[in-house]
């Protein structure tokens, strides 16, 4: 007999509490139960149910044995229901919170790629900074910047990594001279990005070891990218920004990258989603194709390792 059918019926006999109960709710006879628990009794070699005219209970083996073949039976089931999703298109809506910058530049695209390839799929997508809370907002993906905090009700998968770049204007450095190495940044004047909390330090590789922490002396303080971008551009200080969101400024020589021999920090990118049994088809295809794509969407933004 089939053995995933025999522990199916074996689970539902004592879920139900009798064979009877369990051949009524799988459209099986009485002695076609008794057959399936038997044949797994057979091929272990010890009783699973200890049997009377009254009643029946589980034996030790029995117990141990019951909650294995639950766990292998939903298994099954998740493995078939994602074959299923394989063959399915996605629909429904989306409800995704990216970051301003990174999500318009970065990530929309891919998305709205996603939606173009599936039209029974609907985006809602919401460009914010804010930290927001995926259960409470209702939404069924975050992608994020950075560490994310340790929290077990969510999954996080890296998807992609964004190089960090300290640049200037053309007229600063002609001014104040050009920094040869990391440590000579204390004796520039920096724009700093503050969303929430101190200002972070500006991170550099340093030989495999942790980054290396530098916080440069600032005159502004600023919560969006562009606008620090657009600061540094007229000349005020150096930044540190993501290389995709300068890229075109540095080939138009609006603004020159600093140390352009030394790798950029990578900063990682996160996509987070709330724990669950089966992740919704719609909300897989969306993490794959980022992790897919956002590496060759914008400049040095690498692959995942």
């Excluded at 209702?138 to 950075?146: K, S």
């Excluded at 053309?170 to 101190?198: K, M, N, T, V």
């Excluded at 987070?272 to 933004?301: C, E, F, K, N, Y």
Aim: hydrophobic content about 45%; overall charge negative; charged content about 20%.
């Amino acid at each position: 007999m089939d053995r995933l059918t025999s522990m199916a019926v074996f689970v539902r006999v004592v879920e139900l509490g009798s064979f009877a109960a369990a051949g009524n709710a799988l459209d099986l006879s009485g002695p076609m139960v008794g057959k399936h628990i038997r044949a797994l009794e057979e091929r272990l070699g010890v009783r699973l149910i200890s049997r009377t005219t009254r009643r029946q209970s589980l034996t030790g083996i029995g117990n141990a044995y019951y909650e294995r073949c639950r766990a292998i039976l939903a298994e099954v089931e998740l493995s078939e229901a994602l074959a299923a999703d394989h063959m399915a298109e996605p629909r429904g809506k989306l409800r995704v919170t990216v970051p301003v910058h990174f999500g318009r530049h970065c990530v929309a695209p891919v998305l709205l790629e996603l939606a173009r390839q599936y039209p029974a799929l609907e985006l809602d997508i919401s460009f914010n900074d804010r930290l927001s809370d995926l259960a409470e907002d209702g939404f069924d993906l975050a992608i994020r910047t950075g560490v994310p905090a340790d929290d077990t009700n969510l999954v996080a998968r890296r998807v992609a990594r964004q190089t960090m770049v300290v640049c200037a204007a053309p007229g600063y450095l002609l001014e104040h001279g050009q920094p040869q190495r990391i440590e000579d940044l204390s004796e520039h004047q920096a724009i700093a990005y503050r969303r929430s909390g101190p200002v972070a330090p500006w991170l550099f590789p340093h030989d495999g070891q942790a980054p290396l922490e530098i916080l440069p002396r600032y005159r502004l303080c600023l919560d969006d990218l562009d606008a620090i971008a657009d600061a540094a551009t007229t000349g005020i200080g150096l930044a540190w920004l993501p290389y995709w969101l300068v890229h075109e400024r540095i080939l138009a020589n609006t603004l020159v990258q600093v140390f352009p021999q030394q790798p950029g920090h990578l900063y990682d990118v996160y996509a987070l989603w709330l724990q669950t049994p089966r992740l919704p088809l719609r909300v897989r295809l969306a993490v794959d194709a980022l992790a897919a794509q956002l590496p060759g969407s914008a400049p040095l933004i690498r692959d995942v390792e």
